[in-house]
C-alpha cells in the first residue's frame, strides 16, 4: 500500500517469524521493518489495518532496543522521535529479554516482546520516484541543528543520561555547562520515554544511602522487612523489576492490599501483588531530592 500523503509504500507480509527474521525478510527487498516516525504516519497505517479488518492480531513494527540496551531507535535508522506505547509499556523485565516492538492491530498501540515471538510483520520503503536526493550543505559548526552525539531526541528537546553520581546540585550543574537543565517529567508518556532509554541494566536503591541498604541487605532485612526493603532498597535486595505488576490477578491483588494484606503477608504479596503493594512505584525516579544520588537526565534544546 501507498501512503498517499507521504513518500513510504508498505508491504504487509501474515507469515509469522521472529524479528530478526522479518528485518532480514524486508532487508531483501530495500526495505526495513517499519518506522513510525510521526502522528500523521501512525495514524494512515493504523487506519488502513483496521479498516482492512486484518486477522492479523499483532506485527512487528522496527523499534528495537538491540543495540547495546541503550534504548530503544529504528531498525532503519531513524531518530525514535514518536511513539505510541500502549498503556504502561515499555514494561519489558530487562531490555536482555523484551528487546523488540510490536504493534496491535485493532488501536496501534505498541508493546515491547521478546525478539523470538512470532509475528506477522509490516514492511517501509520509499516509493522509486521519492527516493531523496541529497547535496553535501556548508555548516555553521555553533548553528547546527538536531541533537549532539549522545544526546537523545524527544519532542523538541534533546535527552542526555549520564551515568555518574552526582548530588541534586553537582547533576543540575553538569546539566546547566552543557546548555541544559535536569530532566522535568511532565506526563506518564515522557516519563515511559525517558524510562526506556535507560540501560538494560539500571538499577538503584531508592532510600539515599547505598551503603545503608547494603548494609540492611547483609543484615537479613531483605526477607524480615519486605514492604520497606523492596520500595527502598531494591538494587541491594535483587528487586530490580522492569516489569513490574501483579502476577496474580490484578482485582484480587488489590482487594488483599486494601485488607492490609502487604503488611500482614508481605513475602507472597510483594512476589504476586508488587503493583498492588506499590512496589512499582519506584518507576518515578525523576522527583528527587538534592539528598539523592543516581544517574541524571539533562534536557536541552539545539
Known amino acids: 500500500m501507498d501512503d498517499p500523503l507521504g513518500d513510504s509504500c508498505y508491504l504487509l507480509n501474515k507469515e509469522v517469524v521472529t524479528w530478526l527474521e522479518a528485518e532480514s525478510r524486508c532487508d531483501k527487498m530495500g526495505a526495513h521493518l517499519i518506522s513510525l516516525n510521526s502522528v500523521k504516519e501512525q495514524g494512515y497505517v493504523s487506519g488502513f489495518l483496521h479498516s482492512s ?58 508493546s515491547d516482546v521478546s525478539c523470538d515471538q512470532l509475528h506477522s510483520f509490516i514492511c517501509e520503503k520509499f516509493r522509486p520516484s521519492k527516493l531523496r536526493t541529497t547535496t553535501t550543505p556548508n555548516v555553521i559548526e555553533e548553528n547546527s541543528y538536531g541533537c549532539l552525539d549522545g544526546w537523545k531526541p524527544f519532542r523538541n528537546h534533546c535527552i542526555l543520561i549520564e551515568k555518574q553520581k552526582l548530588s541534586w546540585m553537582e547533576a543540575s550543574q553538569f546539566c546547566k555547562d552543557r546548555n541544559g537543565v535536569l530532566a522535568s517529567v511532565k506526563d506518564e508518556n515522557e516519563q515511559n520515554f525517558l524510562y526506556s532509554q535507560l540501560p538494560s541494566d539500571y538499577c538503584f536503591n531508592i532510600h539515599p544511602n547505598d551503603t545503608h541498604c547494603t548494609e540492611l541487605a547483609a543484615a537479613g532485612k531483605c526477607s524480615e522487612e519486605v514492604q520497606y526493603m523492596v520500595k527502598q532498597c531494591p538494587a541491594a535486595c535483587g528487586q530490580c523489576d522492569k516489569n513490574c ?58
Request: aromatic share 18%; with cysteine; proline share 3%.
Open 53 to 110: 479488518k486484518t486477522d492479523y492480531f499483532t506485527l512487528w513494527i522496527g523499534a528495537n532496543s538491540r543495540k547495546d540496551g541503550k534504548g530503544f531507535g529504528w531498525s532503519d535508522g531513524s531518530p525514535f522521535v514518536f511513539y505510541n506505547w500502549f498503556p504502561g509499556q515499555p514494561d519489558g523485565q530487562s531490555f536482555a529479554s523484551e528487546e523488540c516492538v510490536t504493534m496491535f492491530t485493532s488501536n496501534g498501540k505498541w
Open 245 to 302: 505488576s501483579d502476577v496474580y490477578n490484578t482485582e484480587s491483588c488489590q482487594a488483599w492490599a486494601a485488607n492490609n494484606g502487604c503488611e500482614t503477608n508481605p513475602q507472597w504479596m510483594f512476589q504476586m501483588c508488587k503493583k498492588s503493594c506499590g512496589a512499582c512505584d519506584a518507576r518515578w525516579i525523576l522527583a528527587r531530592s538534592a539528598r539523592y544520588q543516581g544517574s541524571n537526565l539533562c534536557m536541552g534544546k539545539w
